[in-house]
């Protein structure tokens, strides 16, 4: 059981979390923004966010093996295109921020292979998960499994 409920006890925080949200889901592609999400995800250690873009990429039809590789991408280039692999580093970079972590080569990388716009709503994706899974984890939500949600 989680915490509080965010959506309930915090309206508007929740609402502009939901607003950054639809705007990441509607400016980058989807097979990427389901990278995007689970690879930060997983980083963070947001069990919650790691199930639901596991499964959402599934709906996606993004395959099994490709989602499962997001974990080790750096190990399991085949998996994942040029502009994926790019977007993985710089979503690596920005979710695991310090001094040397969104460098010019990572972000010199990811500019060979989107414009300035796609840059900027890829950079609103990673940040909007990177919301996402802090306020999961604060909150201790878990995933479900129940009749609609079963483990297979």
Not at 123 to 147: G, L, S, Y
Request: a negative charge; aromatic letters at 6%.
């Amino acid at each position: 059981m989680t915490r509080i409920d965010m959506a309930r006890t915090n309206k508007l925080g929740y609402a502009a979390v939901l607003g950054m949200e639809a705007y990441s889901r509607k400016s980058v592609e989807a097979r990427l923004y389901e990278l995007i999400k689970l690879r930060a995800s997983i980083l963070n250690g947001c069990g919650f966010c790691v199930d639901m873009h596991a499964t959402e990429g599934a709906k996606r039809g993004i395959p099994q093996r490709t989602l499962h590789a997001v974990g080790a991408w750096q190990h399991a280039k085949g998996f994942f295109d040029e502009r994926e692999l790019a977007a993985l580093a710089l979503t690596d970079a920005i979710t695991q921020l310090g001094p040397e972590t969104v460098t010019d080569e990572i972000w010199d990388a990811a500019a060979q292979h989107f414009d300035a716009g796609e840059l900027g709503a890829i950079v609103m994706a990673i940040c909007t998960i990177n919301v996402w899974n802090r306020i999961a984890i604060a909150t201790e939500m878990a995933p479900p499994i129940d009749d609609k949600h079963p483990i297979v």
